[in-house]
């Protein structure tokens, strides 16, 4: 096994011809992290982070807000090794995306949910990420009610024991995508339509730009979870890197060997 960073990867990516080609995703599944290591997590998030933690009533959600948010600050650093941990500070935009006080090139987006925590870095330009946990039941109502037309007749088409999982490749696409538009929910999801088969985007309202230059993409990072990204492509193509992670005590976070 390896530390976490630089999570089984040859060198910090340093080079701009690097930065602008590959997007970082880590993802870690919290439900496989024994108690007595999750000591090692307080060492990387701040006083305040670990009080906000402790203002969650359940222990589960209390570990994934410490789980994502020392990823994401762990994650950072790799990427940047002259900067502690702890000393990265946020801002957020109008809609509550976070971003990195005082910088525009470096970006970055967390997402958890039950059994798995995963951050998203990428060079440039903002990037979202979303992961549902697929032991939940699919709330077909909501996208009948929210989603596109395109997208609703397309999941009502699925076969009863696939249309779960239809539901959650849907979810996690529109998902990605407001998120990498820091818009939230600000922004109506009947506005765009995404295909989970294709993952490509069209937009319903002409002023939302050029749908053409957003990308997607879409893992299983675990046999309960499913992940989505989403960018704004540049000039150069750009691939996304999934790495699976776990939790030593007193190490850290660490990549399993492939």
Same mark, same amino acid.
């Given at each position: 096994?390896?530390?976490?960073?630089?999570?089984?990867?040859?060198?910090? *990516? #340093?080079?701009?011809?690097?930065?602008?080609?590959?997007?970082?995703?880590?993802?870690?599944?919290?439900?496989?992290?024994?108690?007595?290591?999750?000591?090692?997590?307080?060492?990387?998030?701040?006083?305040?982070?670990?009080?906000?933690?402790?203002?969650?009533?359940?222990?589960?959600? #209390? #570990?994934?807000?410490?789980?994502?948010?020392?990823?994401?600050?762990?994650?950072?650093?790799?990427?940047?090794?002259?900067?502690?941990?702890?000393?990265?500070?946020?801002?957020?935009?109008?809609?509550?995306?976070?971003?990195?006080?005082?910088?525009?090139?470096?970006?970055?987006?967390?997402?958890?949910?039950? @059994?798995?925590?995963?951050?998203?870095?990428?060079?440039?330009?903002?990037? @979202?990420?979303?992961?549902?946990?697929? @032991?939940?039941?699919?709330?077909?109502?909501?996208?009948?009610?929210?989603?596109?037309?395109?997208?609703?007749?397309?999941?009502?088409?699925?076969?009863?024991?696939?249309?779960?999982?239809?539901?959650? #490749?849907?979810?996690?696409?529109?998902?990605?995508?407001?998120?990498?538009?820091?818009?939230?929910?600000?922004?109506?999801?009947?506005?765009?339509?995404?295909?989970?088969?294709?993952?490509?985007?069209?937009?319903?309202?002409?002023?939302?730009?050029?749908?053409?230059?957003?990308?997607?993409?879409?893992?299983?990072?675990?046999?309960?979870?499913?992940?989505?990204?989403?960018?704004?492509?540049?000039?150069?193509?750009?691939?996304?890197?999934?790495?699976?992670?776990?939790?030593?005590?007193?190490?850290?976070?660490?990549?399993?060997? *492939?």
């Amino acid at each position: 096994m390896s530390s976490l960073f630089p999570l089984a990867l040859e060198a910090s *990516p #340093r080079r701009p011809s690097e930065r602008t080609r590959r997007i970082f995703v880590a993802a870690l599944e919290t439900d496989r992290i024994s108690g007595t290591v999750w000591d090692s997590v307080a060492n990387h998030v701040t006083r305040a982070e670990l009080e906000k933690a402790g203002r969650f009533a359940a222990d589960m959600d #209390r #570990r994934a807000y410490l789980a994502a948010h020392s990823l994401k600050r762990s994650m950072l650093s790799w990427a940047e090794p002259d900067v502690h941990p702890l000393a990265w500070r946020f801002t957020q935009g109008p809609h509550g995306k976070p971003s990195i006080e005082g910088r525009t090139d470096l970006h970055f987006n967390i997402s958890h949910c039950r @059994g798995l925590t995963a951050c998203v870095l990428r060079f440039g330009r903002p990037v @979202g990420i979303d992961v549902e946990w697929l @032991g939940r039941p699919a709330p077909i109502e909501v996208a009948q009610r929210f989603f596109s037309d395109a997208e609703t007749n397309w999941l009502l088409r699925q076969p009863g024991p696939e249309r779960h999982e239809a539901f959650f #490749r849907l979810w996690t696409l529109k998902e990605a995508y407001i998120k990498a538009k820091g818009l939230g929910l600000a922004q109506p999801l009947r506005d765009f339509t995404v295909s989970a088969d294709t993952l490509d985007m069209r937009f319903e309202k002409s002023e939302m730009g050029d749908a053409r230059a957003w990308r997607f993409h879409q893992a299983f990072p675990s046999a309960e979870h499913i992940l989505a990204v989403a960018w704004q492509e540049e000039i150069l193509q750009e691939t996304v890197e999934v790495i699976p992670l776990g939790l030593r005590h007193g190490s850290g976070w660490y990549a399993p060997d *492939p």
